[in-house]
């Protein structure tokens, strides 16, 4: 890897090619290093949560961590990098329960509840529906791999079980950043209000049933996971996948 004019380019080749940091192998040093890892993942989710996604450069990280930012690419090539082991370690902070219950539906659902309590801990987090990168980490892929047989216990395979996979990422990940970036005034709600009032000839049945005003968020998405895991249950088998 250089670094030039600030930025940083991974070369190509055999195994430095791969856009993600869980594919490539991390680069040795001899001797001790003056910076971890686990130093750069501790920093870099403290810089998230006071200031967010937008303000994470690394620039910003190395003055924080006070080393230089030739010393920082040593460890992690991009800010793409610094992020992916930064929500790996949101996944690693509670423990994955080894083995599920008698009920797959009750394994579902508690997972998927720690799920979102982790990333409302660190809202941040929200945003990474928007990036283009799958999750890869150790962490995210034991949760993955529990949620996925709960699922395959619930008698999803194939197509249905990656699109339930994905109903409940998405529904967890889009909750979550409802609910984090989403911060009505009690003024702002109520002008809310008055002006689906005044529109109700147009739209009545949003102005009749508290659309701006119902922050519930936790009756919400609970009653979401209770629409998905009952569709679950009750979708069809596609012909494809019809036992014979």
Same mark, same amino acid.
């Given at each position: 890897?250089? #670094?030039?004019?600030g930025k940083e380019r991974v070369h190509g080749g055999a195994g430095g090619g791969a856009g993600n940091v869980?594919?490539? %192998?991390?680069?040795?040093?001899?001797?001790? @290093?003056? *910076?971890? $890892?686990?130093?750069?993942?501790?920093? =870099?989710?403290?810089? !998230?949560?006071?200031?967010?996604?937008?303000?994470?450069?690394?620039?910003?990280?190395?003055? $924080? !961590?006070? #080393?230089?930012?030739?010393?920082?690419?040593?460890?992690?090539?991009?800010?793409?990098?610094?992020?992916?082991?930064? #929500?790996?370690?949101? /996944?690693?902070?509670?423990?994955?329960?080894?083995?599920?219950?008698?009920? @797959?539906?009750?394994?579902?659902?508690?997972?998927?509840?720690?799920?979102? $309590?982790?990333?409302? $801990?660190?809202?941040?987090?929200?945003?990474? @529906?928007?990036?283009?990168?799958?999750?890869?980490?150790?962490? /995210?892929?034991?949760?993955? %791999? *529990?949620?996925?047989? =709960?699922?395959?216990?619930?008698?999803?395979?194939?197509?249905?079980?990656?699109?339930?996979?994905?109903?409940?990422?998405?529904?967890?990940?889009?909750?979550?950043?409802?609910?984090? +970036? *989403?911060?009505? +005034?009690?003024?702002?709600?109520?002008?809310?209000?008055? &002006?689906?009032?005044?529109?109700?000839?147009?739209?009545?049945? #949003?102005?009749?049933?508290? &659309?701006?005003?119902?922050d519930d968020w936790d009756a919400s998405f609970d009653l979401g996971l209770g629409f998905l895991l009952a569709?679950f249950e009750s979708s069809p088998q596609p012909p494809d996948q019809d036992p014979s």
């Amino acid at each position: 890897m250089s #670094v030039i004019a600030g930025k940083e380019r991974v070369h190509g080749g055999a195994g430095g090619g791969a856009g993600n940091v869980w594919l490539r %192998e991390a680069r040795q040093k001899q001797g001790e @290093p003056p *910076l971890t $890892r686990a130093r750069i993942i501790e920093a =870099a989710v403290a810089l !998230l949560d006071e200031e967010g996604m937008g303000r994470l450069t690394m620039r910003r990280l190395a003055e $924080r !961590l006070q #080393v230089g930012a030739t010393t920082l690419y040593w460890h992690v090539a991009t800010k793409d990098d610094v992020v992916d082991l930064a #929500v790996d370690a949101i /996944f690693g902070e509670a423990g994955v329960p080894g083995h599920g219950t008698a009920s @797959p539906r009750e394994d579902i659902a508690a997972l998927v509840h720690d799920w979102r $309590r982790a990333m409302l $801990r660190h809202p941040w987090a929200a945003s990474l @529906p928007a990036r283009q990168r799958p999750l890869m980490g150790p962490n /995210f892929l034991a949760w993955m %791999e *529990l949620l996925q047989s =709960a699922l395959v216990r619930a008698g999803l395979t194939g197509k249905r079980l990656n699109a339930a996979t994905w109903a409940l990422y998405n529904h967890v990940m889009g909750a979550t950043a409802a609910q984090s +970036s *989403l911060r009505l +005034s009690a003024e702002e709600t109520r002008l809310g209000q008055e &002006y689906l009032a005044s529109q109700s000839d147009r739209y009545p049945t #949003v102005a009749a049933n508290n &659309y701006i005003a119902d922050d519930d968020w936790d009756a919400s998405f609970d009653l979401g996971l209770g629409f998905l895991l009952a569709g679950f249950e009750s979708s069809p088998q596609p012909p494809d996948q019809d036992p014979s």
